[in-house]
């Protein structure tokens, strides 16, 4: 499997950190998007008219959308990640959407100078992650570790932390989110947890 | 005045505070600055309140990582154990680190099911009486005006104590005499909006 990847946009981590739960191998590619902008030569937009990355490309299915992505490994590879029979995995999917079109624009307005209107991307991305804060308090009193009910984690969980988790790039705080703060640490704790630039492992335990 | 020296304030729950978790808030307003604060748990379960800020190089104790008994930090790995003493700095592993190196350790009380702390705080800190801790709601307006809201605010079953954060926010926390949490939080967000919309 082929990964056109990006080590700082956040749908693309998605995709690696899902590839390490799964203990799956991904070839790989990596774009130069800021300030190469390999996402707009002819060659990927080939690929992926739209330009938007991750890309995967499994056999001689190309997959373009991150969501499906995610949807695709798990089904193929971890079912335990794609609750398919609870609705809230819809929604769920819907609110990591919204969190990366805010908290993760925002993030990539302020550390990779793409345009926008940074005051609606935070202000919208606060009211998301008060709200995902609310529901995850009340989710830890009922018991549950994770964004649906149950007892495993699922792509959604993995699709909202690719934003939440460096929201702080993006001029938010999780200061004062601590069922977020909790949540976090549950998913960096979880066996093949993958880090990236400013989303930490959990240190070697000596 | 927002953060009154010799008052105990309230700044996070006990079950905010989980074995090998880090939580983060802040305390302040006024003239008193802005304290960033780092609360865990030694592995017997006390809680320790300390200055988000490791001694060496000033980066966040939120940031690292409980370990066994010490809190690690995640830039040099400096180990502090309960009370703030550094107990041992990788890059120097023969080295008998000097007393003198210490994470800031403030006050703790543990009452009602919150965790308390303060500037060199005066008693015992306020009884609220029983209930279950509700969820911490930040309001975006200073201490004052939060406090007005509330007297005026019909909230029965509700005992409420107020953490200044700066001069513009403060978080209500509080216990819920019926263990409703979730009508508690209903009736503190609908403050909350009142609050913030008047702004």
Redesign the interface.
Same mark, same amino acid.
């Given at each position: 499997m082929i990964l056109y990847d990006a080590h700082h946009v956040a749908p693309a981590y998605a995709v690696r950190l899902l590839a390490g739960f799964l203990g799956l191998p991904l070839e790989l590619q990596g774009m130069d998007v800021y300030p190469g902008h390999d996402d707009r030569s002819d060659e990927f937009l080939a690929l992926n008219p739209l330009g938007t990355l991750p890309v995967l490309v499994d056999g001689d299915t190309v997959f373009t959308d991150w969501q499906e992505i995610l949807a695709h490994l798990a089904l193929a590879h971890g079912p335990d990640w794609y609750p398919a029979t609870d609705p809230a995995l819809v929604g769920w999917l819907g609110i990591a959407r919204d969190l990366a079109a805010s908290a993760g624009a925002a993030r990539l307005m302020q550390t990779f100078c793409v345009p926008g209107d940074l005051a609606e991307a935070k202000a919208q991305a606060e009211r998301l992650l008060d709200e995902v804060e609310r529901r995850m308090w009340f989710a830890e009193r009922a018991g549950h570790g994770w964004l649906l009910a149950g007892t495993h984690p699922t792509i959604a969980d993995i699709a909202a932390f690719v934003s939440i988790a460096p929201c702080e790039d993006g001029g938010l705080s999780l200061r004062d989110r601590p069922a977020l703060r909790r949540w976090c640490d549950r998913v960096r704790f979880h066996p093949g947890f993958v880090p990236m630039s400013g989303v930490f492992p959990p240190m070697a335990n000596t | 005045m927002t953060m009154v020296p010799g008052n105990w304030y309230a700044v #996070?729950a006990e =079950?905010?505070v &989980?074995a090998? =978790?880090i939580? !983060?808030? #802040?305390l302040g307003g006024n003239d008193q600055a802005i304290r960033?604060l780092a609360i865990w748990r030694a592995s017997d379960g006390a809680v320790q309140v300390w200055e988000d800020r490791c001694p060496h190089r000033g980066v966040r104790f939120s *940031?690292g990582?409980v370990?066994g008994d010490e809190l !690690?930090c995640?830039y040099h $790995?400096w180990r502090f154990a309960k009370g703030g003493a550094c107990t041992f700095i990788p890059a120097q592993p023969d080295m008998k680190v000097p007393g003198s190196i210490h994470a800031k350790a403030w006050p703790v009380a543990v009452s009602a099911g919150l965790i308390w702390t303060g500037v060199d705080p005066v008693g015992e800190p306020p009884v609220l009486g029983e209930g279950a801790a509700i969820? #911490?709601v &930040?309001v975006a307006r200073p201490l004052a005006e939060v406090e007005t809201a509330l007297a005026q605010a019909d909230l029965p079953g509700l005992a409420l104590t107020l953490q200044p *954060?700066g001069d513009t926010e403060t978080?209500v926390r509080g216990l819920v005499a019926n263990g409703d949490? $979730?009508a508690a939080?209903r009736a503190l967000a609908a403050l909350r909006r009142q609050l913030e919309c008047v702004a």
């Open positions: - | #996070a =079950h905010d &989980p090998g =978790h939580y !983060r808030t #802040a960033e *940031l990582e370990v !690690r995640q $790995a969820r #911490a &930040p *954060l978080i949490c $979730a939080d």
